[in-house]
């Protein structure tokens, strides 16, 4: 059963990407349900997640916010340090999505926090993506397209290529703060901050994070 589950999870993770919301879901729900009966616990936590995710893409994000609840309390239980940051970061995206930008501000920065402090690189792209949206959303476009511009680089530098359902978010988000400052504005300060160590350019932009 736990093959299976990891399985089914990972087929999760792929309809995920490609945006199929509806069998990301289903499969996800079948992952959870096997690995609760096999009681473990990092599974459990872990599978709450990724269907948390796939939830919140179908827009039903009190469901979400539900689940990632229980998904954190069970991380933190289980002193879990990786399925702590990845709920925070899943948290701050639903806070996003529900226009709560200081709640969603808190648990990126959270998330980041941890994320940096155990080099989980994934996570800590999920944050500055995040990050950016939130900076959009209070008018702070210098920071957006410097967020933007290190979140490319760390795209960049692992090889890993924007998924089809993160595409358009992503696009929104740049297309927004080019606009905001002109594009000889917006390609410098993405340039200055694309340049930098991810290390150096996170503390630049956000502070003591």
Known sequence: EK??????????????EQGDYERAVRLHEQSLALV?????????????RALADAVRGQGDLGRARTLLEEGLALA?????????????????SVACESGEYARASRLYEDSLKLGQRMG???TILVCLEGLSRVAVAQGKMEQAARLCGVAAAVR?????????????EIDRTVAATRDALGEEAFASAWARSNALPLEVAIKDILGGV
Request: charged share 20%.
């Open 156 to 168: 960049e530098d692992k090889g890993w290529p924007l998924p089809p359902a993160k595409r358009a």
């Open 3 to 16: 093959g299976v589950s990891a399985s089914l999870r990972e087929l999760g993770f792929v309809a995920y």
């Open 120 to 122: 989980l690189n994934h």
């Open 76 to 92: 933190r239980g289980a002193e879990n340090a990786w399925g702590t940051a990845r709920a925070l970061a899943s948290l701050g």
């Open 36 to 48: 609760r009966e096999l009681g473990n616990t990092f599974g459990v936590a872990w599978s709450i």
